[in-house]
């Protein structure tokens, strides 16, 4: 290997270090952050991702509170809920675990928290506010993606960055947010001809597709940042990216592994949010 390995697990560590101890600092002027995490339904994985979400929390000094409800719980009763805890001052984030079940629409859900309290930045009054480059929640993902391209010192001013992947979720506000850092940017996706002709110029690219192998050597400028955004199970049960690991870190210059590269971030970048949120309402 050649490249050399960005460590989601160490930065998301010495982030999470400094959030305990902005919140315990907040906490000390009576404003202890507080994150309200609802799940509805017994999907596994959203129930793993959900203790994941409290565990942090706890660790760094955020008090959450964990809502469940049953599969059949109704689309009145969420958004009930959520109204009351967007008038909750002690909450100064509301995450809602998608996916949810079929019977809710997820949009009206997202639509429902207040934009003061979407520390997923998944709202379209956040996606305004990132594409119009005001202060808001950046979605956790692609906002932890940015902290690993900082860590490899490659200034982002003029280079050529390439995301693969056109979600909500992460590829358009990752490619948002390399804008904002002065990149020219491309976005890639499955309507794409040839992938590989982009990605071949670009300093930087971020996979964010979902399915392993999108991201090849041949198709790596020698020295590239490469941050992997895939979680993919192999039928081993394996957990694999969407980039070609052995391949790709002979050629980029920098790499982020699955696991313990953009997975880590994510779920720490949720403590900023979270902890920048209650940062406001003291300082108001
Ligand atoms: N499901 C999988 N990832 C996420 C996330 O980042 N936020 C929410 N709300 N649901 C998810």
Redesign the pocket.
Same mark, same amino acid.
């Given at each position: 290997m050649t490249a050399q390995l960005i460590d989601g697990n160490a930065l998301a560590k010495s982030i999470r270090a400094e959030v305990a101890e902005r919140a315990a600092a907040l906490g000390a002027r009576g404003h202890r952050p507080g994150l309200a995490v609802i799940l509805v339904g017994d999907d596994p994985?959203?129930q793993v991702?959900v203790k994941h979400k409290v565990n942090d929390c706890a660790v760094a000094g955020i008090r959450s509170v964990l809502e469940t409800y049953p599969a059949a719980f109704s689309e009145a009763a969420l958004l009930a809920r959520i109204a009351a805890l967007n008038t909750d001052p002690t909450i100064h984030g509301i %995450?809602?675990?998608?996916?949810l079940p079929g019977h809710i629409n997820p949009h009206r859900v997202?639509e429902a928290i207040s934009v003061a309290k979407d520390v997923?930045g998944?709202s379209t009054l956040s996606a305004g506010e990132l594409m119009s480059g005001l202060p808001g929640f950046r979605?956790? /993902?692609p906002y932890g993606c940015m902290k690993l391209i900082a860590t490899t010192g490659v200034a982002l001013r003029g280079k050529h960055a390439v995301v693969i992947g056109r979600s909500n /979720?992460v590829g358009k506000p990752m490619a948002l947010l390399l804008l904002q850092a002065h990149a020219t940017v491309s976005i890639c996706h499955s309507a794409t001809p040839d992938i590989g002709a982009l990605t071949r110029q670009a300093d930087v690219v971020v996979a964010a597709v979902g399915k392993r192998d999108v991201l090849t050597a041949d198709m790596v400028k020698p020295g590239a940042v490469v941050i992997d955004v895939g979680m993919n199970r192999q039928a081993d049960g394996k957990l694999c990216g969407d980039v070609d690991f052995a391949g790709v870190s002979q050629v980029a210059g920098w790499i982020t592994p699955v696991p313990g590269g953009v997975g880590p971030m /994510?779920r720490a970048m %949720?403590l900023v949010n979270t902890l920048e949120s209650a940062e406001r309402v003291a300082k108001a």
């Open positions: 994985a959203s991702y %995450l809602v675990q998608m996916p997202i997923d998944f979605p956790c /993902t /979720t /994510t %949720l």
